[in-house]
């Protein structure tokens, strides 16, 4: 039996144009090799949440780091960094694309990595994850947790989100698994659907699951919108996909 | 939900937050996932002086019934008191 244990703390990693960015990392002890996951977090911020799904991911067996997204707003408290970034729009596209490729150099360059490294995001974070994985062309593997504005009108994109992912479908390089609550308005069932008849039509290697039942982030075990039996289910789901595409 | 958008309003007074009184010169409004409440969504609303200082803010999260409930009590103690303060004082340049 294998003695089961991990390492989990908040590390600085290079970025962005250079930018020292503040995440956590939370990895199984042993030789691996593993493999890795970038943990996404939503929009309120680097919480207590995201974390705690790092260390679940761990557990399985894959080294993760979930970056702050909003490192050059604050380091301070995660909830007050997050309302300064929040007023401010949010973290801008490029600079996440670029936070993510620092991350995946990062994960590949530890140890015990076995050079494999996936990517998952929740809500906004679901939106990134479709975002880098049409952008960055060595993630292996993509989980993309009800991302809202994957689909976007014109009026939702500005400056910052300039483009849609939805709109950078021929560029997907890297299988995505979607988890989405059929009760959700953010994506809704029909931009659920219309993602998927996008992605037929590209060839992409993908795997959409919806939930009856559920509505937008129903893994969040501290809200009224967490549904047991529908987030365990789909938690199996996003294993069975990294551990397809992750494993050594 | 998870939006980026935010509504911003300007707005004039104290708050009182953890480092004590503060001058107050935005407000900063939406509907999205809490930070601490155990909701789904919450109407939040960021009270600032400095829109990019983190840290010095007062900060609520309330449910969609009880924004409400508190936007017609916002509206209806203005009503009371403009009918029983009925000269308007000249707002001091200070909190102009």
Redesign the interface.
């Known amino acids: 039996m294998t003695y089961r244990s991990m390492i989990a703390e908040e590390i600085f990693y290079r970025g962005h144009e250079g930018d020292q960015v503040q995440a956590y990392v939370a990895r199984p002890l042993g030789d691996g090799p593993f493999g890795s996951v970038i943990v996404i977090h939503h929009m309120p911020g680097w919480d207590a949440g995201i974390m705690e799904i790092a260390r679940k991911i761990a557990d399985q067996g894959y080294l993760t780091i979930a970056p702050n997204l909003y490192t050059r707003f604050g380091t301070g408290d995660p909830d007050e960094v997050a309302a300064v970034a929040r007023a401010a729009g949010g973290t801008p596209d490029a600079t996440f694309v670029g936070d993510t490729a620092g991350a995946i150099d990062y994960l590949r360059l530890m140890p015990t990595s076995n050079g494999k490294v996936g990517i998952i995001g929740f809500c906004s974070g679901g939106r990134h994850a479709v975002l880098a994985a049409s952008s960055l062309d060595n993630l292996d593997a993509a989980v993309d947790c009800w991302g809202g504005l994957v689909i976007a009108s014109e009026e939702q994109l500005d400056e910052n989100h300039p483009v849609a992912p939805f709109d950078m479908t021929a560029n997907l390089a890297s299988p995505l698994l979607g988890i989405f609550g059929n009760d959700d308005a953010s994506p809704t069932p029909e931009q659920v659907n219309q993602h998927e008849e996008a992605l037929k039509q590209h060839g992409k290697t993908y795997k959409f699951n919806r939930y009856d039942g559920a509505g937008h982030g129903f893994f969040s075990v501290n809200r009224p919108g967490y549904r047991a039996a529908q987030a365990t289910t789909a938690w199996v789901e996003v294993f069975k996909w990294y551990d397809r595409y992750l494993s050594a | 939900?998870?939006?980026?958008?935010?509504e911003?309003t300007t707005v004039s007074g104290s708050a009182k937050g953890p480092a004590g009184w503060f001058h107050l010169n935005q407000a900063?409004v939406?509907f999205?996932?809490?930070?601490?409440a155990?909701?789904?969504h919450a109407l939040i609303i960021?009270f600032?002086e400095t829109?990019?200082?983190?840290?010095n803010?007062v900060?609520v999260e309330l449910t969609e019934e009880s924004a409400r409930r508190l936007v017609d009590s916002i509206l209806a103690a203005l009503e009371s008191g403009e009918a029983g303060h009925p000269v308007r004082l000249e707002v001091p340049a200070a909190i102009a």
């Open positions: 939900m998870c939006t980026w958008i935010v911003h900063n939406y999205d996932h809490p930070y601490h155990p909701l789904d960021d600032v829109p990019d200082e983190v840290g803010r900060a």
